[in-house]
């Protein structure tokens, strides 16, 4: 199962708004309604900010907000705040066989 | 409040196994299922398996499959996983994470996490 894609790097300025794509195939990402959306700052656990493709936790801030289109789902972090610097990752189900894959990962810089 | 502390890690030779515990405390440990996931030093995470509350059903990355085994005792709040043939490019930094929604209603979402434990595979 390949990894899903992520772009490498993303930057915005404090206050800005700021979207992370996630693509994958028909078989993850385009098949089931079950994207999350982890944020990990350096040296910590990932942490949830969201699941089932838009949904958020209790505790997460309502500036993160999750959207699928297609094989692409995406991430976006509005009212960008310095906290928010941090790697994000994307996990789609992919069925029984293969449970969950990954994307490679986003670097959110704020500028 | 929810707790997941990882032990086991270490450096072990290509070849050779190890056994991670992830301990559990702060909610009904039978009632969730639990994950494994990896992250190779400076690399993204890699989910590698996970198990249902009760055991029942366990799935695992292509990766591992044939070498590693998750399991589950209900009765000591502990969640493990048993890695044999180990290779190098098993070396990572393993977390142990909660299902987020009970049921495995919303796979894979998962939260919280433990800290990790690091496994080095080297000669």
């Known amino acids: 199962q390949s990894a899903l894609t992520q772009p490498a790097s993303v930057s915005g300025s404090p206050g800005q708004s700021i979207t992370i794509s996630c693509t994958g195939t028909?078989?993850?990402?385009?098949?089931?309604?079950?994207v999350s959306w982890y944020q990990q700052h350096p040296g910590k656990a990932p942490k949830l900010m969201i699941y089932?493709?838009?949904k958020r936790p209790s505790g997460v801030s309502n500036r993160f907000s999750g959207s699928k289109s297609g094989n692409t789902a995406s991430l976006t972090i509005s009212g960008l705040q310095a906290e928010d610097e941090a790697d994000y990752y994307c996990?789609?189900?992919?069925?029984?066989?293969?449970?969950?894959?990954f994307g490679g990962g986003t670097k959110l810089t704020v500028l | 409040q929810v707790q997941l502390v990882e032990s086991g890690g270490g450096v072990v030779q290509p070849g050779r196994s190890l056994r991670l515990s992830c301990a559990a405390s702060?909610?009904?440990?039978?009632?969730?299922?639990m994950h494994w996931v990896r992250q190779a030093p400076g690399k993204g995470l890699e989910w590698v398996a996970v198990?249902?509350?009760?055991?029942?059903?366990?799935y695992y990355a292509d990766s591992v499959k044939g070498r590693f085994t998750i399991s589950r005792d209900n009765s000591k709040n502990t969640l493990y996983l048993q890695m044999n043939s180990l290779r190098a490019e098993d070396t990572a930094v393993y977390y142990c994470?909660?299902?987020?929604?009970?049921?495995?209603?919303?796979?894979?979402?998962?939260?919280?996490w433990g800290q990790g434990t690091l496994v080095t595979v080297s000669s």
């Open positions: 702060g909610f009904t440990f039978s009632s969730y299922g």
């Open positions: 089932e493709v838009s």
């Open positions: 994470a909660k299902e987020y929604c009970s049921g495995g209603s919303c796979p894979p979402a998962a939260d919280p």
């Open positions: 996990c789609s189900y992919a069925g029984s066989s293969t449970f969950g894959v």
């Open positions: 198990i249902s509350y009760d055991g029942s059903n366990k």
């Open positions: 028909s078989s993850d990402v385009g098949s089931y309604n079950l």
